[in-house]
């Protein structure tokens, strides 16, 4: 039977909620760059949910551990643009621990055609 993840406490703050302004449709990217080009990582689960301008909820979900092998998985600068409405958005965004050793995670920079302010 598999754990339930758990958030991760010792190391900061993993529980961010963001005011995210979206413009029109461009691609909104997370990455570990400013420029939205750098693969990221995250030990080991980040999960990302927004509330839209008209009040629907819409999650993203991704896991980085591999199965718990002791080698975090890094990923592309993702397009998560389908996440959000043109407007004020709400996001949440919590990491999590899965495997229960190690954590940390890339810088996570959200670019493109929205601007975030944290709440």
Do not use: H
Request: charged residues 25%; glycine residues 8%; aromatic residues 8%.
């Amino acid at each position: 039977m598999r754990r339930r993840p758990r958030p991760v406490r010792p190391a900061g703050p993993n529980d961010r909620t963001w005011d995210v302004r979206v413009a029109g449709t461009a691609a909104v990217y997370l990455s570990a760059s400013a420029d939205g080009t750098a693969p990221f990582s995250v030990d080991d689960i980040v999960d990302i949910t927004v509330v839209t301008p008209t009040g629907s909820t819409r999650r993203w979900q991704r896991d980085f551990s591999l199965n718990c092998n002791t080698t975090v998985d890094s990923r592309a600068a993702e397009n998560i643009r389908t996440l959000f409405e043109p407007g004020l958005n709400t996001m949440r965004v919590v990491l999590k621990d899965w495997c229960g050793y190690d954590v940390g995670n890339s810088d996570l920079w959200l670019t493109g055609a929205a601007g975030a302010t944290p709440r």
